[in-house]
């Protein structure tokens, strides 16, 4: 154990304020960059830097990945959404180099993040379109639009995100 924590801390420093995202599946960075749209982050906030460590030994996964945000701290409600896709996510937030845990939840409802699969959908309407709204159906790992009733994989999550 010792030897891994000081495999992690040779590769990226601690940060003093932000986000770590730790048990990502190895080689999934990238979809978690994708569910959390960092690429927001080159338009929003010009010192936010974000390290992305792949394939990093871990106890109890084999191999993970991690993403540490530096100056920006991730929607708890987006941390929920990577719980579906990555249902073994820890997320810390970090203030004044301390780090606190939040466990993401599945959520019953969620709302404005996700696109529906059905383009008829009212929800993907060219006109006075309606906030997408979606009910998680847990057992069977899916979503369901609240409106047309079209089901979403959660493993499908990651390419219907909102821009
Ligand atoms: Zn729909």
């Known amino acids: 154990m010792a030897e891994k924590s000081v495999g992690e801390n040779m590769l990226v ?3 003093e304020e932000g986000t770590v995202i730790d048990h990502i599946p190895d080689w999934k960075a990238e979809t978690v960059e994708k569910v959390l749209r960092l690429d927001r982050l080159a338009r ?5 830097s974000v390290a992305i460590l792949q394939n ?4 109890s996964l084999g191999r993970k990945d991690i993403v540490k945000i530096d100056r920006w701290l991730v929607d708890e409600k987006d ?3 990577l719980c579906l896709i990555f249902p ?3 997320i810390n937030y970090v203030n004044d180099w301390k780090a606190a845990k939040y466990k993401p ?7 404005g993040r996700i696109r529906c699969p059905e383009l008829l959908c009212i929800t993907n309407a060219e006109r006075e379109p ?3 709204r979606f009910l998680t159906l847990k057992r069977d790992r899916m979503l369901q639009c609240y409106y047309c009733d079209s ?7 990651p390419d219907h995100v909102r821009s």
């Open 130 to 132: 309606v906030v997408p």
């Open 88 to 90: 073994k996510i820890t």
């Open 56 to 59: 990093v030994k871990s106890g």
């Open 151 to 157: 089901l979403l994989e959660f493993d499908a999550v």
């Open 79 to 81: 941390a929920d959404i």
């Open 44 to 48: 929003m906030q010009a010192d936010t």
């Open 105 to 111: 939840k599945v959520p019953d409802v969620i709302e």
């Open 13 to 15: 420093r601690k940060i």
